[in-house]
């Protein structure tokens, strides 16, 4: 272990190498690829605050990734802040232009990050990871569900920023709430972080393209299907605290057209959910491999 007074540097725990910046480009920018450029940072407050501040300003590309080693600032749904030690996990942001694609339909998008990430992960990591409605990644950690991962999007520019953070090799006494779990802690075969971010962006690169070749028609594509199928909100009762305050309880049967969760409520309504916290109240868990 490094002392508290010694000074930092990249290399000050040698279980979280650095990521090399030149070996992901390689492996991930290609001519016919979706990512066009890819910016490893040591440290930011926020890459999604970073890369929408550049979208806004027209100076930014489709197609750019970038990831800091740590983020000071991290932010996820409702402005909850995010933070992890150095080199702990992935925390990322991408810059799409869904272009032809209706922006009524561009709300997929967060979806489609959380299956990619599930899926990406489930091939690289060797851990089963389903997804908490709307786009929160689950793991098992000892028998019980945790949170470890988050996404999140925001409409910037001619595009939307879409960023991830996951917890990679977070110990227990570094979890940041008893909910909290990492990819190590569920099991990982691997933690090695280039071979996650590989997996992840490729799976991101091929249903974002399934996605946009069917005019972002999530059934078409067969996102809709494979965000139900990996969703473990799906088959439990739970609490949906609505924005305003206000809260809806009932079991969780679909997820509609347009991405919304639908609940079925104790007097036979279907109620569509579109924004809000969601608690899993009972049932199990769905998973996605």
């Given at each position: 272990m490094t002392p508290p007074d010694a000074p930092h540097n990249r290399w000050s725990d040698l279980d979280r190498p650095p990521l090399n910046a030149t070996a992901l480009r390689r492996g991930l920018l290609r001519p016919d690829a979706l990512w066009t450029s890819l910016e490893v940072v040591e440290s930011t407050g926020s890459?999604?605050?970073?890369?929408?501040?550049?979208?806004?300003?027209?100076?930014v590309a489709a197609g750019t990734v970038l990831i800091a080693e740590e983020q000071t600032a991290g932010r996820g749904r409702l402005e909850r802040t995010w933070t992890a030690p150095p080199r702990s996990g992935l925390f990322?942001?991408?810059?799409?232009?869904?272009?032809?694609?209706?922006?009524?339909?561009?709300?997929?998008?967060?979806?489609l990050a959380g299956v990619a990430a599930a899926t990406g992960l489930a091939k690289s990591a060797g851990v089963d990871t389903s997804l908490k409605w709307p786009n929160d990644l689950l793991v098992s950690v000892d028998g019980e569900e945790r949170k470890a991962?988050?996404?999140?999007?925001e409409f910037a520019g001619d595009g939307i920023?879409?960023?991830?953070?996951?917890?990679?090799?977070?110990?227990?006494?570094?979890?940041?709430?008893p909910t909290a779990g990492s990819l190590v802690l569920a099991g990982a075969?691997?933690?090695?972080?280039?071979?996650?971010?590989?997996?992840?962006?490729r799976s991101l690169e091929h249903w974002y393209g399934a996605w946009k070749e069917t005019g972002g028609d999530a059934a078409a594509s067969g996102l809709q299907a494979a965000y139900a199928a990996g969703?473990?909100?799906?088959?439990?009762?739970?609490?949906?605290?609505?924005?305003?305050?206000?809260?809806?309880?009932?079991?969780?049967?679909?997820?509609?057209?347009?991405?919304?969760?639908?609940?079925?409520?104790?007097?036979?309504?279907?109620?569509?959910?579109s924004a809000g916290d969601i608690v899993h109240l009972r049932g199990v868990a769905g998973g996605l491999t």
């Amino acid at each position: 272990m490094t002392p508290p007074d010694a000074p930092h540097n990249r290399w000050s725990d040698l279980d979280r190498p650095p990521l090399n910046a030149t070996a992901l480009r390689r492996g991930l920018l290609r001519p016919d690829a979706l990512w066009t450029s890819l910016e490893v940072v040591e440290s930011t407050g926020s890459t999604n605050t970073d890369l929408a501040g550049r979208a806004r300003a027209g100076a930014v590309a489709a197609g750019t990734v970038l990831i800091a080693e740590e983020q000071t600032a991290g932010r996820g749904r409702l402005e909850r802040t995010w933070t992890a030690p150095p080199r702990s996990g992935l925390f990322l942001s991408v810059y799409l232009e869904p272009g032809d694609v209706p922006v009524e339909r561009w709300g997929w998008v967060p979806l489609l990050a959380g299956v990619a990430a599930a899926t990406g992960l489930a091939k690289s990591a060797g851990v089963d990871t389903s997804l908490k409605w709307p786009n929160d990644l689950l793991v098992s950690v000892d028998g019980e569900e945790r949170k470890a991962g988050g996404i999140l999007g925001e409409f910037a520019g001619d595009g939307i920023v879409v960023g991830m953070g996951i917890n990679v090799s977070l110990r227990a006494d570094e979890l940041p709430a008893p909910t909290a779990g990492s990819l190590v802690l569920a099991g990982a075969v691997s933690t090695d972080r280039e071979t996650l971010l590989r997996a992840v962006l490729r799976s991101l690169e091929h249903w974002y393209g399934a996605w946009k070749e069917t005019g972002g028609d999530a059934a078409a594509s067969g996102l809709q299907a494979a965000y139900a199928a990996g969703c473990a909100t799906l088959d439990r009762t739970v609490r949906a605290e609505l924005p305003g305050g206000d809260a809806l309880v009932g079991e969780a049967v679909a997820i509609d057209g347009d991405g919304r969760l639908v609940l079925s409520t104790e007097d036979g309504l279907r109620q569509p959910v579109s924004a809000g916290d969601i608690v899993h109240l009972r049932g199990v868990a769905g998973g996605l491999t």
